[in-house]
């Protein structure tokens, strides 16, 4: 596929390749090179909480017994959920 790069360095991405990747729009990439090639990366933007999130899960667990999680995902939404208490 060739591609022109329009004003302002824009350059259209194939909507095949987005979806072969699983990108959608408002997701973010990061762009490098080697020298030769111009790199397009993938990245997943993680979650945070905002301060008064996390004052509220610390209060949530003082004097709570410790949980393990079997991944990231439900550990967070195990917090999205605490924090809403």
Same mark, same amino acid.
């Given at each position: ?6 004003? =302002?360095n824009? !350059? ?11 990108l959608v729009?408002g997701?973010?990439? =990061?762009?490098?090179?080697?020298g ?14 905002a301060?008064? =999130?996390?004052?509220? !899960?610390?209060?949530?667990s003082?004097?709570k017994?410790?949980?393990a999680?079997k ?7 195990? !917090?999205?959920k !605490?924090?809403k208490?």
């Open positions: 596929m060739v591609e022109k790069i329009k004003k =302002e824009m !350059l259209k991405i194939p909507n095949m390749v987005l979806k072969r990747v699983g729009p997701d973010y990439v =990061e762009v490098s090179d080697d030769y090639k111009i790199i397009i990366t993938p990245k997943i933007q993680e979650k945070s909480f301060d008064d =999130e996390w004052k509220k !899960l610390e209060a949530l003082k004097g017994k410790g949980r999680f991944s990231g995902e439900k550990l967070i939404s195990h !917090l999205e !605490l924090s208490i």
